[in-house]
């Protein structure tokens, strides 16, 4: 069974760095690329960006390029998505999810559960 | 960066209707759209890919179509699980976006 498992809600202060994780399990993690999605307080979602975790290729959407950093460690099939100095604008839930573009023309088709971070003073 | 339209942005329906749901793309995005349903405090579900492809496990009351700029999805006979908010997402460049959603609600 495909699984995506995400870390825990997480609650910082504004200039604090933060890490948080997404690790897969019941496929081949390095065949499928990872995204990472945001979706703020009753918003809508925004696509940040996704690693090839083969090679730990990244693309970022224009709007996230330089906010936030995208990795992975195929070693342990984790995909991270980090800040180096919270905003309370990041607060949100993030999500990360499988991405099947490149094998079945499928784009998000395995989903984490989503981590909560609030930034807050 | 490719912007999507989605309309309307709420949809007021009953049980048993047919409901439909637009799309709108910037430019041309061929066939690269999918389909997401999300429930409140839940990750979205895939729920048509490559505009008309139904994803596994999907009921067939789902539907896809469209290409170039112009999408929609239609839920044939509206079931009292699918109240939830619908979101597109066009994957044809590497840089990925979302529509703004339509939720769609009791009537």
């Known amino acids: 069974e495909v699984q995506l498992v995400q870390s825990g809600a997480e609650v910082k202060k504004p200039g604090e760095s933060l890490r948080i994780s997404c690790k897969g399990s019941g496929y081949s993690f390095t065949s499928y690329w990872i995204g990472w999605v945001r979706q703020m307080p009753g918003k809508g979602l925004e696509w940040m960006g996704k690693?090839?975790?083969?090679?730990?290729?990244?693309k970022y959407s224009p709007s996230f390029e330089g906010h936030v950093t995208i990795s992975a460690d195929k070693s342990i099939s984790t995909a991270y998505l980090q800040w180096s100095s919270l905003k309370a604008s990041d607060t949100a839930i993030y999500y990360c999810?499988?991405?099947?573009?490149?094998?079945?023309?499928?784009?998000?088709?395995?989903w984490g559960q989503g981590t909560l971070v609030t930034v807050s003073s | 960066d490719i912007q999507m339209t989605q309309s309307p942005s709420t949809l007021s329906a009953s049980v048993g209707d047919r409901v439909t749901i637009t799309c709108r793309a910037s430019?041309?995005?061929?066939?690269?759209l999918a389909w997401y349903q999300q429930k409140p405090g839940k990750a979205p579900k895939l729920l048509i890919y490559k505009a008309s492809s139904l994803e596994s496990g999907v009921p067939s009351r789902f539907s896809g179509s469209g290409s170039g700029t112009e999408f929609t999805l239609t839920i044939s006979s509206l079931q009292p699980d699918d109240f939830a908010t619908y979101y597109c997402?066009?994957?044809?460049?590497?840089?990925?976006?979302f529509g703004g959603g339509t939720k769609v609600e009791i009537k």
């Open positions: 430019q041309s995005i061929s066939s690269w």
């Open positions: 690693i090839d975790p083969s090679d730990s290729y990244t």
């Open positions: 999810a499988r991405d099947n573009t490149d094998i079945a023309a499928r784009p998000n088709d395995y």
């Open positions: 997402q066009q994957y044809n460049s590497y840089s990925v976006t």
